[in-house]
């Protein structure tokens, strides 16, 4: 029987084993739904650019890939090779990673605040609130989770280590390839490095800065940063583009705020944050709490990357700026409202419970699986162009738009999800064109030989 240490006050152990239930639970709907769930939007883009090569001059391309050679280049060659299009394996690659990153958090939080209530419940809460329950409900956000992975990673080695006392190579050697892997990863851990000077600046004499070991180390990974943030500079299209402006930040925030508290209109959620935020900072002053103020900057830093985005706002993308703060808030709260935490605990509980409920009931890809299950029913192979329409319209798309794909042969175009797919064979010989008729939830409702 499983049994925790016994040097766990009795509150830690119900503690661990009341987030042990709910982890549970949240980890039944998640095994569910990646059982349920299929190949959707970019991974039909992903798998069809890198099933057959890594693409390796992405490295010093990062513009290529928004320099994540090791999430997308490298991840979708092996599992695409090694699983082809058993999405459930994706699914659970995933899961994996993101149960290691929970683990990872509790370490992290632990090392930083030195209580274990305080981390075994940050680690919980990064694990069932719902932009992590959203990275989990899509393939192509394992880029997003191996990305939180090296931050925590990151962060973790570098507060443990020595790396930053003496001239330890091999310390700063793991330190260094940790901070490079991750920039290649995501730009996550680009963001984690202000926190990693502040955790220095905090706890260490200041003239260890200039020591020609840290030096040389911190300028390596400084040029790797300014490399891919300078990359990525120039990828500000109209899905990417950016606004550096009070505007824009603020616009941004109260976005995300309604996402993540859903109720009322307006400024309320933004004020339900407000109230929590003060209230740490509060305890940060009062105290000269060092730790809650390396936890606020280390949510402020993670938070920038997203903050200025315009329209490519996600609710994802906020899984780790919440997960500090969250740390922050139950850090503030421990020794003065225990019976607050208990409260938040439950009501976190249950929204995120409804969320995740909502999204095993509707699926990313379920509906593509099923017109490809449908389609490939039919004999195509005499046809060289098979075109999609919308059912009720007389217009027939023929022009590739956004995602391409690969599945059987075809190449998949995907033009409007609310309507239609697009097909373009890549059989070549006749002429001949089948004009498939589909209604808006994927159903083959008539074909057309002309």
């Not at 058993?86 to 930083?112: E, M, P, R, T, V």
């Not at 694990?127 to 989990?136: H, K, N, Q």
């Not at 310390?171 to 490095?193: H, Q, T």
Request: net charge positive; charged share 15%; glycine share 4%.
């Amino acid at each position: 029987m499983f049994r925790l240490k016994r040097d766990l006050s009795t509150q830690e152990k119900y503690c661990f084993y009341g987030a042990g239930v709910v982890g549970l639970f949240f980890l039944w709907i998640y095994i569910q739904y990646s059982l349920k769930a299929w190949f959707y939007f970019d991974d039909f883009y992903f798998i069809d650019t890198y099933r057959n090569s890594l693409c390796v001059e992405d490295l010093i391309r990062p513009d290529n890939n928004m320099g994540r050679f090791f999430t997308r280049n490298l991840y979708w060659y092996l599992t695409f090779n090694l699983f082809g299009t058993a999405s459930w394996a994706y699914f659970f690659i995933n899961l994996i990673i993101l149960i290691g990153n929970c683990i990872l958090a509790y370490f992290l939080i632990k090392q930083l605040t030195g209580d274990r209530i305080t981390a075994c419940l940050a680690a919980l809460l990064y694990f069932i609130t719902p932009p992590t329950i959203s990275l989990a409900s899509w393939i192509s956000n394992s880029q997003h989770i191996i990305g939180n992975t090296f931050v925590f990673l990151f962060l973790l080695y570098a507060i443990k280590s020595d790396f930053f006392i003496a001239a330890n190579v091999k310390a700063k050697a793991v330190v260094l390839l940790l901070f490079v892997l991750g920039a290649y990863s995501a730009s996550y851990i680009i963001f984690a490095l202000p926190v990693l000077f502040c955790y220095l600046f905090i706890n260490y004499d200041k003239k260890l800065f200039y020591k020609l070991h840290n030096l040389l180390l911190f300028g390596i990974m400084l040029f790797v940063a300014c490399y891919i943030l300078i990359t990525l500079a120039k990828l500000q299209t109209s899905v990417y583009s950016t606004s550096f402006s009070l505007h824009a930040f603020l616009n941004t925030s109260q976005y995300y705020l309604k996402l993540l508290i859903p109720l009322g209109s307006g400024l309320l959620p933004s004020l339900l944050f407000v109230l929590p935020f003060c209230w740490v900072c509060f305890q940060m002053l009062k105290n000269r709490d060092q730790v809650l103020l390396l936890l606020l900057i280390a949510c402020f830093c993670q938070y920038l990357p997203v903050a200025f985005l315009i329209f490519r706002q996600s609710l994802f993308l906020t899984s780790l700026p919440l997960f500090f703060f969250m740390s922050a808030l139950l850090f503030s709260l421990r020794k003065v409202q225990p019976v607050i935490i208990i409260l938040l605990i439950l009501l976190i509980t249950v929204r995120s419970g409804a969320f995740a409920l909502s999204i095993l009931d509707n699926p990313l890809g379920e509906k593509n699986r099923q017109f490809m299950a449908e389609f490939n029913k039919i004999n195509t192979g005499e046809y060289k162009t098979i075109l999609f329409r919308p059912i009720n319209q007389n217009i027939v798309f023929n022009t590739p738009r956004f995602w391409n794909a690969m599945y059987f042969g075809m190449g998949l175009k995907l033009s409007n999800p609310d309507l239609f797919y697009e097909l373009e064979s890549k059989h070549t010989g006749s002429q001949q064109v089948m004009i498939v008729t589909v209604d808006q939830n994927f159903k083959i409702q008539g074909i057309e030989r002309k």
